[in-house]
């Protein structure tokens, strides 16, 4: 894998690194007839060529094709992102350049893994416990709170959008690793941490129902994934 790695190494210092912010405004605003384009394309071909030690004769495929490809999906990404799917085309820019990285490393390294391998029963174990934390355990959570949800004026609701559900996610998966990492200290960090995050703005509403609502969605939050994280520990025990 010494060479995906390598690859990898040169997309993610050309991308993420070698790469300012006014380059990608330049890119963004000029689109084909931006020069940083090229300057952008020049330094992943000079990174390439110094992490492939100049071994063109034996790598020049792959060299090729990583670099037409990353122009080409540079330029397909700048004339279809708009200002509300940059986000997304973020992450479909990186997918398709890694997809591409993997590819022209199969030029030279045999890839062929049997799903035997490539999906154990632990893995596939995990899989199913991070779909229960991440997906069910919100629509659980949803359908249990929703018949005390306090009424809230939108017009003085000044929170993120889906700020609530992100906020959940990512404190279940805390939780769930900090279980089956057996950290279970963490859990006691985290849930104070998050209390004195929302103790000014209870305080301030002034609204009981309110607070009793986000507590209950907070604790039911925390114990399923207390529950999820002991129940996956117990499981694997038969695997």
Known sequence: MLLFLKLLLTHILGDFVFQPEKWVKDKEEKKV?????YFH???HTILLLLVLQLKLQEYWLAFLLVIISHYGIDLLKLYLQ???TKRIWFFIDQVLH???LVFATSFYVDFSLS???LITDQILLLIIFLLLVIFVSAIIIKIIITQWNPESKKENDDSL???GRYIGILERLFVFTFVITNHWEAIGFLLA???VFRFGDLTSSKDRKLTEYILIGTLLSFGIAIFLGVLYLYT???I
Not at 33 to 37: A, Q, T
């Open 193 to 195: 941490a998050k209390s």
């Open 33 to 37: 007839k931006s020069i940083k384009l």
């Open 161 to 163: 959008e889906k700020a």
């Open 115 to 117: 799903t035997e391998n």
């Open 41 to 43: 394309i020049g330094i």
């Open 236 to 238: 694997l025990k038969f």
């Open 98 to 100: 890694l997809s591409v």
């Open 82 to 84: 708009k200002k509300k």
